[in-house]
């Protein structure tokens, strides 16, 4: 692991809706081996920032750079095979389809049926609840289950980053700490993550490094324990 390369850095992000900002002067840091997030209301911009990082709203400024090269504006399919992964809001799986169909769609810049194989028991790994599910509808899944997969299928395409929107939301307290240890997990096989949350107190602990977005700007960072603990998000975003 060499400091000086960062997984992702982004500088000065400016982006919005026609014509109309949503995120202002965003900058953030993904530091290789760490677990990063940005918390922020419903609103504040967090899709946003996620979105306009991996090319699918156009930065009005700023750059984007991944594992050091400038990748400002370039959509998913270019940045997939430089080791990005995302799991959009919403989880977006394909309801119709298994379980393992579902994996074979997130290896799709794998060609080779036996890398795609390994990479699978590989991240299957990580699954230890599903992984005798692979011939299930994933439609027919639990909610905090359809996170898991999506999560999953994002592994396929073996990325360095990856980038969660929202990974709790309408999940059950059980459910919640479930992804958190999958984070944890994630982290811990070797993957960089960047995790958008309103959820603050689940993705603080989870977290080395955290952001505060408001109004689509960046308002407050540092080290996660640290902001946890200060009395602006204990009663902003912990409710104490
Ligand atoms: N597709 C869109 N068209 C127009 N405005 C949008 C669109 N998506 C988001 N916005 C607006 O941009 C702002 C930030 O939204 P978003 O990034 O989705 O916030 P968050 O993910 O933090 O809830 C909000 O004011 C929202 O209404
Ligand atoms: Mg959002």
Known sequence: MTSEVL?????GLSAGYGGVPAISNVSLKVERGSVVTMIG?????????????????????????????????????RLVPRGLAVVPEGRRLFGDM???????LGAYTKKDRHVVERNMERVLELFPDLKDRLASIAGTFSGGQQQMVAVARALMSDPQLILLDEPTIGLSPAMVERIAELIVNVSKSGVDILVIEQNAETALEVSDKAYILEGGHVIAEGDA????????VQKAYLGN
Not at 7 to 11: F, G, R, Y
Not at 225 to 232: D, F, K, M, N, V
């Open 7 to 11: 997984s992702l850095e982004v500088k």
């Open 41 to 77: 209301a419903n609103g504040a911009g967090k899709s946003t920032v996620i979105k306009s990082v991996c090319g699918l709203v156009k930065p009005t400024s700023g750059s984007v750079s991944l594992f050091g090269e400038d990748v400002t504006g370039k959509s998913p399919d």
């Open 98 to 104: 298994t379980f393992r169909e579902n994996l074979e």
């Open 225 to 232: 324990a640290t902001l946890a603990a200060s009395e602006e």
